[in-house]
C-alpha cells in the first residue's frame, strides 16, 4: 500500500511538472516583442448581418456540385474552402502530400499556397509600417546602402511598380555566371548581393507602371529580416502565424524539404524536384492550409487588423496608366469591373503548386482553393465569387462551369441569381 501511495505521489508530480512545463511554453511562444496582428479577436469579427446568407441550401447545392464536377472529374489534388463570415459553407480535402500516394491530403496538412505568400508578406510588411519601424516612401537606399536603384521604395516594391527585373530571369543572363549560381539553393540575400553586383537593367522605370515582379517581395523580406532583427520565417511565426492560431503553417526552410508536402506533375503523378529557387521567400514560400488561411482572411476583415488609412491603402488600384479591368493593390490583385464593383484576391503557381485566395469585401465571403498537382482548372475557384458579389464576368464563368451538370442542379444554379 505504502509502496502504491509513493507511485501515485511520483505519477502526480510528474503530471503538474508536465502541464507547468506545457503551460510556460505555449505563453513563451506566444510572446513576442514585434508588431504582431494578436490585438484581432478572431471569434468576434463579424456580426450576424455578416453571416446572413439568401437561398443557402441552394448555393451549397452548387459548390458541391462545383467540387464534383472540377475537383473529382478532374483529379485535382488539395483543398478547398467556401466561407461565409465565420461559417465554412464547403470544404472538401483529396489526394496526397508525399509520393506514392502517402499522406492523405487533410485540414492539417500545410500546402505551398506560392504567390499567395505575397499577401502575407505585404501584410506583416504594412503592420511594421502602423508601428513606425518601416515608411512606405523609404528609398531600399535606407536598408541597403549599395542598392543600385535610388527611386524604387517600399511602396513601389508592395504595388509591383519598382521596375526591377524578375531575379528568375536576371541571374540567367549573368555571364560568366557567377559563383552563386554553383550552389545547390540561393538566398533572398544572394539575390540582393547579385542586384548590387551586377546592376542589371530596369525593366521598365520605376513607378511608372504595373510589372509583376517576384524580385520585389524577396526583398521586401530582407527589409522584414532588417527591421525586427530576425529571420524571416522566424518573423512571420511571431508577427501573423501564431497570434492568428495559424497553427500549421510556416515559411519552407532547407531543414522541411524531406517532411514538406510535394507538388507534382499532373501526368504520372510524379513530384517536382527541388531547385535552386526554392528556397526564396517573400514572394513565396508560405506553406499553410485553407483553415489557417481563412483565419487569416477572417483577422482582414477586423477593423482592428490595421489602423484604418493603412487597411483602405490595400485594396486601392495603383496601375492606372492604362484602363482595364485588372488592377493591383497593395499585396492584392483586384478586378474592377463597368459596373464599378470590385473583386479582390490573389493567385498562386509555381511547380506543380496552383492557388486562389479570394477576400471578398462586400460580401464577407472568403474563396481558398489550393491544388498540389498542377493544372489550371484550381483557377476556377475564383470564379464562384459570382455566386456571391454582383460580379458579371464571373457570374458567367460559374454560370458556364455548372451547365456541365443535370436540369435539376441547374435550376439550383438559377435560384441563386433570382435574387
Not at 507511485?7 to 516583442?33: D, N, V
Not at 551586377?198 to 529580416?225: H, V
Not at 514572394?283 to 477572417?298: G, H, M
Not at 498537382?373 to 475557384?381: E, G, L, P, W
Amino acid at each position: 500500500m505504502k509502496f502504491s501511495k509513493s507511485l501515485l505521489f511520483l505519477f502526480l508530480t510528474t503530471l503538474i511538472l508536465f502541464s507547468c512545463k506545457k503551460e510556460k511554453t505555449t505563453e513563451e511562444t506566444s510572446k513576442t516583442s514585434l508588431p504582431n496582428y494578436g490585438n484581432v479577436d478572431l471569434d468576434n469579427v463579424f456580426s450576424r448581418k455578416d453571416g446572413k446568407l439568401e437561398n443557402k441550401d441552394s448555393i451549397v447545392a452548387v459548390l458541391h456540385r462545383y467540387y464534383k464536377n472540377v475537383w473529382e472529374k478532374g483529379d485535382l489534388w488539395g483543398g478547398l474552402i467556401v466561407a461565409k463570415g465565420d461559417e465554412i459553407l464547403y470544404e472538401n480535402y483529396r489526394g496526397f502530400a508525399q509520393a506514392n500516394h502517402q499522406e492523405p491530403i487533410n485540414d492539417t496538412v500545410a500546402l505551398h499556397v506560392a504567390s499567395v505568400s505575397k499577401t502575407i508578406t505585404a501584410m506583416a510588411t504594412l503592420k511594421l509600417v502602423e508601428a513606425g519601424k518601416i515608411k512606405l516612401d523609404d528609398p531600399l537606399t535606407k536598408y541597403f546602402s549599395k542598392f543600385p536603384y535610388p527611386k524604387v521604395t517600399v511602396f513601389t516594391l508592395l504595388s509591383q511598380r519598382s521596375g526591377l527585373p524578375k531575379y528568375e530571369h536576371f541571374i540567367e543572363k549573368i555571364k560568366p555566371a557567377p559563383a552563386e549560381l554553383s550552389k545547390k539553393f540561393l538566398t533572398n540575400q544572394d539575390i540582393l548581393n547579385l542586384l548590387i553586383q551586377y546592376q542589371p537593367e530596369l525593366a521598365r522605370n520605376t513607378d511608372t507602371g504595373f510589372m509583376y515582379c517576384n524580385t520585389n517581395y524577396a526583398l521586401l523580406a530582407l527589409i522584414i529580416e532588417k527591421v525586427t532583427k530576425t529571420t524571416f520565417p522566424e518573423a512571420m511565426n511571431q508577427m501573423v502565424f501564431r497570434p492568428l492560431k495559424m497553427k500549421d503553417s510556416y515559411i519552407f526552410q532547407e531543414k522541411n524539404t524531406l517532411t514538406a508536402a510535394k507538388s507534382f506533375y499532373q501526368q504520372g503523378p510524379r513530384v517536382y524536384p527541388y531547385d535552386r529557387l526554392d528556397l526564396i521567400y517573400g514572394d513565396k514560400n508560405v506553406y499553410t492550409t485553407p483553415r489557417d488561411l481563412l483565419n487569416f482572411s477572417k483577422a482582414l476583415y477586423s477593423k482592428d487588423f490595421l489602423r484604418s488609412d493603412l487597411k483602405d491603402l490595400i485594396f486601392e488600384p495603383y496601375s492606372n496608366e492604362r484602363a482595364g479591368v485588372n488592377n493591383y493593390g497593395l499585396g492584392f490583385r483586384m478586378k474592377i469591373f463597368n459596373n464599378g464593383e470590385k473583386l479582390t484576391y490573389h493567385n498562386g503557381w509555381w511547380h506543380g503548386t496552383n492557388s486562389v485566395f479570394a477576400h471578398l469585401l462586400k460580401s464577407k465571403v472568403t474563396i481558398i482553393a489550393i491544388g498540389n498537382k498542377y493544372s489550371n482548372r484550381v483557377y476556377s475557384a475564383l470564379a464562384l465569387s459570382g455566386i456571391f458579389e454582383n460580379l458579371p464576368p464571373e457570374k458567367e464563368k460559374i454560370r458556364k462551369i455548372m451547365n456541365e451538370t443535370d436540369t435539376l442542379k441547374q435550376n439550383q444554379v438559377n435560384d441563386i441569381y433570382s435574387e
